[in-house]
């Protein structure tokens, strides 16, 4: 998280279970660790679990932008292992609220502002969590045509109004990730 030193981290583990069950089942445990391949010592970050609640949490992380991480969880005999690239995150430069006419009357709309790296391709994460909504909403978006523009990301609801809180997110993603979120 910009604005920290991003030594406190948290892996959360749970399994899947089906589509109509408020309850997520999480995963108690399992051994987690994080090591940066970029580093040439190859350093391994450990993750002890909060008893019981499928968090797993190091306190001792040192992350690195543009260095290369693998990830590993091995759970009852099973080892999981995923990598991935630390990527620089824009900051939010700006955010503004218009009131436009909707097909139902006057509907609010709210663009945040951040600024594309135009010396790199880059893909973007954009979340919205509206306090009067239980879930948050994503959407992903690349500078392919707006490199080392301005950007926004842009939320509207017909029920948003004036004094609504909201929490925007903005996280610079591998285009592997893009994909994934892309479809769905």
């Known amino acids: 998280q910009k604005g920290t030193s991003g030594t406190n981290q948290t892996v959360k583990l749970t399994t899947t279970t089906d589509y109509y069950t408020n309850i997520i089942p999480t995963v108690s445990g399992a051994t987690v660790y994080i090591q940066d391949l970029s580093s040439p010592l190859a350093v391994v970050f450990a993750?002890?679990?909060?008893?019981?609640?499928?968090?797993?949490?190091?306190?001792?992380?040192v992350p690195v932008i543009n260095h290369d991480y693998l990830l590993t969880v091995i759970y009852q005999g099973?080892?999981?292992k995923s990598t991935e690239k630390l990527l620089a995150t824009p900051t939010i430069d700006n955010v503004q609220q218009n009131t436009v006419q909707g097909f139902g009357g006057d509907e609010i709309q709210v663009k945040f502002f951040y600024q594309d790296n135009?010396?790199?391709?880059?893909?973007?994460?954009?979340?919205?969590?509206?306090?009067?909504?239980?879930?948050?909403?994503?959407?992903?978006?690349?500078?392919?045509?707006?490199q080392g523009n301005q950007m926004f990301g842009f939320y509207s609801n017909e029920d948003l109004k004036s004094g609504d809180q909201l929490t925007f997110t903005l996280q610079g993603i591998s285009t592997k990730y893009y994909n994934y979120m892309n479809k769905l």
Do not use: H, M, R, W
Not at 49 to 55: A, M, Y
Not at 119 to 146: C, M, Q, R
């Open 47 to 61: 993750f002890n679990e909060i008893p019981n609640s499928g968090n797993y949490v190091c306190n001792s992380f």
């Open 118 to 146: 135009g010396t790199e391709d880059n893909n973007y994460l954009l979340g919205v969590k509206n306090a009067s909504l239980l879930l948050p909403e994503y959407g992903v978006i690349k500078d392919e045509f707006f």
């Open 78 to 80: 099973q080892t999981y």
